[in-house]
């Protein structure tokens, strides 16, 4: 019997079931994205650094170094970029499609800029903080892809993987950011208010990512990041960060610290690759799994369905089967299977609805942990429109206010947002 | 210039504009559904009202008034049920679908119990406590199919007329049972613990339905409620309520009260139908509303985008338009246009990044009230999974535990769920 033949009862349960499936195989494909977005990520921290190395330094040596990295990252940009521009634009309606599109012409946008970007690299005409700023825009951009696709997420197995995955990649930035800002001062001789400041908050910031992240972990990737974080890298940039925070004008360290820093966590750095590495396989192998499962309740449920329905076809359940007495659906009917029959679909139907609410509990569970971006990126929108200030400049602004009062960037973001009636 | 023939970035984002307007499209059709479900549910109410009068009288001098509603209520099921028919189940892939279809499932099965519940009640082979059951139990399900329309809806104001009017149809749902407990109660002539603690019970769930209402609904929903509130019905009803709960059985009143109970309550509920006629009406201009202002977006976004991609094409902006330098990003350019043009892009970009994340937390802060619902559910589903409960029964276990310890049902669930770990 084809579905179009099916009562409407059973034909509206089982498009609720193709629906997930639907929704699944389109998740399936983002996810796909973010794996990609993750690589090309940790490639276009590797340029930044060696960007940075290179604009720092006089000498031409760094250069091979810089090409190498800079090729790497382009091949990566380029295989996300194909993906991005064969997604069917029209293939889905949901609203939630629109965030991620948005992000994606952010990308791209940034995708053009980077031939020129790597130009005036080349030719000295950047600073080393202008060339990595632009390098931080791009990368932020393609962790907003990797944010939306958490957020808009239908699984809740998947979800989690993604808000894992989201928190560990942006902790892993945050340190590519506190190299950088490393490099700088040890080669300075010395960190001023301002680095000192921004290494504390970046130092932080990592510590609630990679915290969200272990709340959302696999066994196997917080074994993995409990190894990093106990091995000799990770105690020796720490050892390193102490120097740091010691050192004024007055009391400069030898510049010769800036490369051991830099090399000391790049390491630290790459490590962290491999706990990605292992994040992107745990969010493919779940969309695996949850499709598979999906498709497997499909079809059990399809003939299910289709035994029932034929039933009714048969004569054996008559109209009964779909206009059960009332009583029969507290209790079991005395007589026959036709009431019996009407109770099994009602049964197979309180099934369907529990399993999509408990999904979606959980869902909502797993995204109340993007909460916190969220409220942050508002009250730097409120900041961004009421004093006229760049979205760097509004971070900024956040930022201080929050260290200023002792408070964590999202709780000086909600008190804000309050104060304006926009909480 | 055709779309296909944009430049990346621009055409994503205007497939993120169209993606919105495509949803809101949808989103349209299901408010259009949940109108011809409030007057259904309506309709219903009144049908339950008279059958509880047939069945509990034993006059056929019932039957007329009886047969009169169950026709206007059969007339609007068929709307109805012709509008769930024609719904085209693969259109969307969104995995929301999923529990609006498998709501949608339930009501259907319930419109084929239909008829004969209605012959039953007309041969008196049923309680009128069963009877109740039954509608109750297809009011639910249409309730749920509203529910399901507020919790995936993607426009923050059609949302919260949404929640505003899921609340109202709730707390007049309550009413209706609080209305047929009453006449129970008046024609027995006393109401004992039971009947006492389920109009306390319905009296208290109301408000808070009605107060979530309040919240969401705009100012004129809010003057017709507050106008009704403050009526000689209610009063008239509270004053009977009063007298309800002073009852006993050593304290017997009239039973003839149990008439003026029914036609004063009544009388209110049909008030209670203006206001939720107002939000179904503010609920469709809404809709209309955010679709004219998406449509105007959308062409004026299109406009402005073909106008910076011509002017590539012309040469004008060159490749520097779509690859502007790092440094234009943060400040206007000094040489010409073309960074400008970049410029424009991306201010255009940030603007559509702001609005949609407004859009998204403003969406989030609507659902929130929403949650209580779904806690509650999934307190019932435990227990009925933990002690085989039917679903009646659940509810009753955790209203029961809820009221010994004084707590609201949310706050008990909410325990619940936290003691099985499931918090």
């Not at 020129?116 to 600073?127: A, K, M, P, T």
């Not at 932020?140 to 808009?152: I, S, Y």
């Not at 598979?292 to 009964?320: I, P, W, Y």
């Amino acid at each position: 019997m084809s579905d179009r033949l099916m009562p409407p009862t059973l034909r509206f349960m089982l498009a609720a079931r193709r629906s997930e499936l639907d929704g699944l195989e389109g998740l399936a494909a983002t996810c796909e994205l973010v794996t990609l977005i993750s690589q090309l990520v940790h490639a276009l921290q590797r340029e930044r650094g060696y960007s940075n190395i290179y604009l720092g330094s006089q000498h031409e040596d760094h250069r091979a170094q810089l090409d190498l990295h800079t090729e790497q990252a382009s091949a990566l940009a380029e295989d996300v970029q194909q993906r991005l521009l064969s997604m069917d634009l029209e293939a889905s309606s949901a609203a939630d499609r629109a965030r991620l599109f948005n992000r994606i012409a952010y990308v791209l946008h940034g995708f053009g800029e980077l031939p020129g970007l790597r130009r005036r690299i080349r030719e000295r005409v950047l600073s080393p903080l202008d060339a990595t700023a632009a390098l931080t825009r791009l990368i932020g951009g393609l962790l907003a892809v990797v944010f939306e696709a958490a957020d808009t997420a239908i699984d809740p197995s998947i979800t989690r993987v993604l808000v894992a995955l989201f928190n560990f990649m942006q902790g892993k930035e945050l340190a590519g950011q506190e190299r950088a800002t490393g490099v700088a001062g040890f080669s300075a001789g010395f960190f001023d208010a301002n680095l000192h400041e921004r290494i504390l908050h970046l130092a932080q910031s990592q510590e609630r990512c990679f915290q969200t992240f272990s709340d959302f972990a696999d066994p196997q990737a917080l074994t993995l990041w409990r190894t990093l974080q106990a091995s000799t890298e990770t105690t020796q940039v720490a050892r390193l960060r102490e120097v740091a925070l010691r050192t004024s004008a007055s009391h400069p360290v030898d510049p010769g610290l800036s490369q051991l820093w830099f090399e000391l966590y790049s390491q630290r750095i790459d490590a962290m690759q491999a706990v990605e590495q292992h994040l992107a396989e745990q969010l493919l192998s779940t969309c695996r799994q949850s499709i598979k499962h999906a498709h497997a309740d499909l079809d059990n449920h399809r003939v299910l369905l289709q035994r029932l329905a034929s039933l009714e076809t048969m004569g054996c359940g008559d109209a009964r089967l779909f206009s059960v007495q009332a009583t029969d659906l507290d209790s079991p009917a005395p007589d026959g299977h036709g009431p019996q029959m009407g109770r099994s679909l009602l049964d197979l139907l309180q099934a369907q609805t529990h399993r999509l609410q408990d999904a979606n509990l959980q869902l909502d569970e797993a995204r109340q942990a993007l909460n916190e971006r969220k409220l942050v990126e508002r009250a730097k929108q409120l900041l961004m429109k009421e004093f006229g200030l760049s979205e760097n400049d509004a971070h900024g602004r956040l930022r201080q206010s929050a260290m200023s009062r002792g408070l964590r960037m999202v709780d000086m973001a909600q008190s804000m947002l309050a104060v304006a009636g926009k909480g």
